[in-house]
């Protein structure tokens, strides 16, 4: 099993900045890629933002610009920090993480935008 305990979530103003982490422990097995999935009341999950093993990453339209994923590979953490927020980012931030043997999610933390 991987364990994935996420921090960082909070409420803050519009524009504003947070920063996420994510830290995986347990069987890691060469974990792969790990990414942010966010999910707002009464929608579905999204993929915010990804990162590979090699670095390679990928971001939703709504991220572009804004949202600046890394990873500490020798620390099994990753980082999501996020700028210009805005009302629309409010959500549940979810951390994900694949090996050879799966899929992981952390408990998930809360993010709300608003003034």
């Known amino acids: 099993q991987v364990q994935l305990v996420e921090s960082g979530g909070g409420l803050v103003q519009p524009g504003g900045s947070l920063r996420l982490s994510c830290a995986a422990s347990?069987?890691?097995?060469?974990?792969?890629?790990m990414g942010w999935y966010r999910q707002a009341p009464g929608k579905q999950r999204e993929l915010v933002a990804a990162?590979?093993?090699?670095?390679?990453?990928n971001y939703a339209a709504s991220a572009k610009g804004r949202f600046t994923i890394s990873r500490d590979n020798a620390k099994n953490t990753v980082y999501l920090q996020m700028n210009s927020l805005k009302p629309e980012d409010t959500a549940v931030y979810y951390c994900?993480?694949?090996?050879?043997?799966?899929?992981?999610w952390g408990q998930g933390t809360q993010v709300t935008v608003s003034s």
């Open positions: 994900n993480a694949k090996n050879l043997l799966g899929t992981y």
């Open positions: 347990g069987r890691l097995f060469s974990i792969t890629a």
């Open positions: 990162i590979t093993s090699g670095g390679s990453t």
